[in-house]
DNA sequence: TAGAGCCTGGACAACGTTGTCACGTCCGGG
DNA sequence: CCCGGACGTGACAACGTTGTCCAGGCTCTA
């Protein structure tokens, strides 16, 4: 992870427990650079200006600069003025560092997401971020990109910045290295999949109850034979939609085929593969149930070239669905409303209101633009 | 911007600097919670172990203690196992904020920038992020809403935090605000924008040179009635695309009438309007240019429900831009190569290597789909 | 066996800020 | 005229960590 041909020198964000299996070797780089007079003899790190150099050159106290920088009362307008000189003059910003030392707060949450780049997550950090804001906090984010490992790494690190709170994006399904984070204190929000064997708030979709009804929509169209591409079943999300599949087709007295299902495939590669797997041989599905939203844009470009009409319904909205043709029928979640309800129920912990874990499931939304009501084909 | 209702009790992010105005009304709310025991009588913030008590349990001293959680040499395994144990046993977490402020240094660096929930900005913070992860840094990124005073309120909390460098994507045009920051030792870049009023490094995308090969690329097909809907000109990408435009109208000999540029318009409905006076009364265009992603989805919504076809030609690439009929022919920027070179530049800073302060500009790439393709009609 | 040198471990100060408390001064009322 | 209180101000300790420095015990060699 350390790149050590530079000479950047950052802190170690490994927690401690990391070291279990013994000593850590100190590459050779970063030992000679910690002979390198690079520590506080003035050369890069400036010497950023204190309270007391603004003290010193106001002619005040130090507690009266602290007074004037957070606005506390006592101050007369004269001294408040040859105060707010000096600082100006100096240059001087507060370091939250040391505040946070002395108060105990940060007035800052963490968000552990998969991964900034999805469409899905970008409006939800935003989400989260506004929420924070209003509250007055900031809001530093992660990406787990899918490892638990990762997720584990950024958690804790976040954690040792004594974040208030934290916001995690599962990507593992072992979450009681956070037990020791919440039991000293840290609000802790699961969003889009729940906690793993761990108590803890949770905010969701309803998976499960989306996936059947966007595949009951495909029978009630005369589908029978409908395919379901999606994600690991380890995934939860993932599995509940399977299951949503599945209960759907129970449902409707209608066995499904092993073929029918393809797993655990995400690069557009292999599930463009698994859609014309299915599409194809003796007996084709005449429609497809798509897990998340990567998913059905690959099916998309894969139906565009097929000759026969297929049926499409997938889970996730998504840029654009309305405009092609013909237009993908989705269920909706909010992204939006998860990081919000989430940093909202975060923030209700930090105020001592929560005490119960609790399990709240957001409704989705059935679209139909066209894709999921044409009829079965072949 | 704190909400009172609340009892979480955040610090202040505001900049000393904001205080010239006199002093600051603290609310009444906030004065009792001062009274109230939420301090640290221990209630709510659990006190967390500190080394000290690591120490106390394990039977050694605190510096034995910072050695093992650290990975230094000079302990004994026997010392150590025992110092692991004490820490497991306590939950201890190394409190990063004692050692920022010891250190001086944060590992972690800011990134503002406008909206993640952007697509175009999303895949950009994702970079930042994998080359400060390969950097041992930690990445904070907010949203400056496109508001200048946002963005400083953002720049200057990230460097009270004592951030090592800042990655900007600009909102304002007057970042003097941050010199004494880059005097006294944060690294900056800017992206996407140039830096106003300072100097600094800056990398771009070539905005001028995209839109004109862009806008080139439709003259070749045969168009001379050339619409261009763009930003606020006050924003540098606009001011630059419409400079291309322009250029690369001149350069065929083309007049431009005043009604075929529409400028400063964001939200889909002006924009819709914009399209269509464009597209009707006697001399209508028969091809646009759209100035950015948001716009070029809003005009391609108008086009599809326009009975002539026009031909389009877009600035930023985005999603199933492909799949549409026709597929929309755009000028591609790298939004993660913006990002990544940056941040890799921001090391470069931080590795004391780079002192003057420089220019990059990445080229663009002109994706033809088959809209910028059509031939004039009518 | 004594002295030199190494290895392990701990005492202590410092990082920059804020909470506590105490000091001096000025005012009004007794 | 003096006392009580309000007000402006500053000295000081503490937050949790790390760098420096020193002490004591060990090994090795002459």
């Known amino acids: 992870m350390l790149d050590d041909t530079s ?11 990391d070291n279990r299996t013994g000593h850590r070797i ?22 950023r200006p204190t309270m007391k150099d603004v003290a010193a050159r106001a002619g005040v106290g130090l507690k009266t600069v602290s007074r004037v920088v957070n606005g506390e009362p006592g101050v007369t307008a004269d001294t408040e003025r040859r105060v707010q000189e000096a600082i100006e003059a100096l240059g001087f910003r507060r370091n939250d560092s040391a505040r946070v030392l002395r108060k105990g707060r940060t007035a800052s949450i963490g968000l552990v997401l998969e991964d900034l780049a999805d469409p899905f997550y970008g409006p939800l950090s935003r989400a989260v971020e506004e929420v924070a804001r209003a509250h007055g906090a900031l809001l530093i984010n992660g990406s787990s990109a899918e490892d638990p490992d990762r997720e ?23 979450h009681r290295y956070l037990e020791p ?23 969701l979709s309803d998976n499960f109850g989306g996936a059947r009804d966007g ?17 690991m079943p380890r995934i939860h999300t993932a599995a509940e ?36 797997e299915m599409l194809s041989g003796p007996e084709p599905v005449t429609a497809v149930f798509a897990g998340n939203n990567r998913v059905t844009v690959t099916v998309v470009r894969v ?19 309305d405009l092609l043709q013909p237009g993908v029928t989705v269920v909706a979640q909010d992204a939006a409303q998860l990081g919000r309800t989430a940093a909202e129920r975060l923030f209700r912990q930090l105020d001592g209101i929560l005490v119960t874990p609790e399990r709240i499931e957001l409704p989705t939304r059935l679209i139909a633009r066209g894709s999921g009501e044409l009829p079965p084909a072949g």
């Open 241 to 276: 939609r399977l299951r949503g599949y599945r209960t759907a087709m129970a449902d409707a007295g209608i066995p499904v085929e092993d073929s029918w299902t393809s797993l655990g495939v995400t690069d557009p590669q292999r599930v463009s593969r698994a859609a014309e």
């Open 181 to 203: 984070e919440i039991k000293a204190g840290v609000a802790t929000v699961f969003v889009d999949r729940p906690a793993g064997r761990i108590d803890a708030d949770v905010v």
């Open 26 to 47: 100190v590459p050779e780089t970063a030992r000679r650079a910690d002979l390198l007079p690079d520590r506080r003899s003035g050369t890069r790190y400036g010497n």
């Open 152 to 174: 584990q790494e950024l958690a804790l690190a976040l954690c040792a910045r004594r974040v208030d709170g934290l916001v995690v994006i599962p990507a593992g399904d072992d």
């Open 7 to 17: 000479s950047y020198k950052p802190m170690d964000h490994r927690s401690p427990m």
């Open 215 to 231: 595949v009951a929509h495909l029978i009630a169209h005369g589908h029978r034979r409908i395919g379901f591409i999606g994600d």
């Open 303 to 321: 139906l565009a070239e097929h000759r026969r009409p297929v049926a499409l319904v997938g889970f996730d909205d998504f840029e654009l669905a």
